[in-house]
């Protein structure tokens, strides 16, 4: 059972319509998530070869672990300095220091921008002097599925992939072929199955909602790095999670997939509000310590989808669910 403050945390997300609002109004509410960091906390802007970036630095943080992070807000909106108090968590949890990379927004940078800044970015930690395994990429709903889609992009380069991947609510399937769009959007308080199909036009321009680099989930997912993927049970982009999960398992790929009883999209951004949210946070400090941050073994195949919802009950799959 969730939280007495999920309900709390519903009704706020709820009273806001961006269904309403222009693109510029989208963009400035998107803004206004920005959050001053804590005390303590190192603040640093950056150009990472050109992309707009931010670190971020907890306080007593010293390690070489990087969290190359991505934004969320369906490749149309947001900044690296949006949540950035979720930053300043992951990077305490996590024992790293955050990179949060921005990337060229659509409608006026269609596919494939997103995904060369986030190569960029992640070439320019390499470049200077970070050892890939000790990177880790990121990101959250749209920038999860960009962080994804940045690992199958870099294995067909030929770069040296990083050590781990966290999605948080992933967008994997920009052609929108999940029953959860269905399923779920009744309970979705954030995203709606019209919204989802405006911002995937925007981004793709026309171009194939099932390139892997736009929807990872119909790549060729061999040869990746350890994957943690967390989504809530109540949205709609849930089977974006299960479905690339069980496509990762059968590619032979490390990958844990929680599903966390009764949570929104993103609900980690309430942190500090909403329980569940400082827990899931937690949890990706400690999958993090669990796996180390090491390459990927090609050939390698896990025996299972480890399933794990917010009250800690693990199931072994031998694959992700992909409906219900």
């Known amino acids: 059972m969730a939280s007495e403050e999920l309900k709390t945390v519903l009704e706020l997300v709820g009273s806001a319509d961006l269904g309403t609002l222009t693109l510029q109004e989208r963009r400035a509410l998107m803004g206004s998530a920005g959050a001053p960091a804590t005390v303590g906390t190192r603040v640093e802007r950056a150009d990472a070869d050109g992309v707009a970036a931010e670190w971020l630095i907890a306080a007593g943080v010293t390690g070489e672990r990087v969290l190359l992070f991505f934004h969320g807000g369906a490749y149309h909106m947001g900044s690296p300095a949006g949540l950035r108090s979720l930053h300043v968590l992951l990077s305490a949890a996590a024992s790293a220091r955050v990179l949060s990379a921005g990337y060229r927004l659509a409608p006026e940078h269609p596919f494939p921008a997103a ?7 992640y070439r320019w930690l390499v470049a200077g002097g970070t050892d890939a395994r000790q990177i880790v990429i990121g990101g959250n709903s749209s920038g999860g599925g960009l962080a994804l889609a940045a690992l199958v992009a870099l294995r067909d380069a030929g770069d040296p992939l990083p050590g781990a991947a966290v999605a948080i609510s992933p967008w994997t399937d920009l052609d929108l072929a999940g029953e959860s769009l269905r399923t779920r959007a009744a309970a979705d308080v954030m995203l709606t199955p019209d919204g989802a199909r405006e911002a995937a036009d925007w ?8 390139h892997p680099y736009a929807s990872p989930l119909y790549a060729d997912l061999r040869g990746l790095p350890p994957i943690l993927i967390q989504a809530g049970d109540a949205e709609i982009l849930r089977d974006d999670s299960t479905r690339f999960a069980a ?3 059968a590619a032979g790929v490390d990958v844990t997939l929680e599903i966390w009883d009764e949570m929104p999209h993103v609900w980690h951004a309430f942190a500090g509000l909403l329980p569940e949210a400082d827990q899931a946070i937690e949890r990706i400090g400690a999958w993090l310590g669990e796996h180390g941050v090491r390459s990927a073994k090609p050939g390698a195949v896990a025996a299972s989808v480890p399933v794990v919802t917010r009250s800690g009950r693990r199931r072994g799959r031998g694959r992700g669910r992909t409906a219900g």
């Open 115 to 121: 995904v060369e800044d986030a190569l960029t970015a």
């Open 203 to 210: 981004y793709l321009a026309g171009q194939d909602p099932r």
């Open 247 to 249: 496509a990762a398992q």
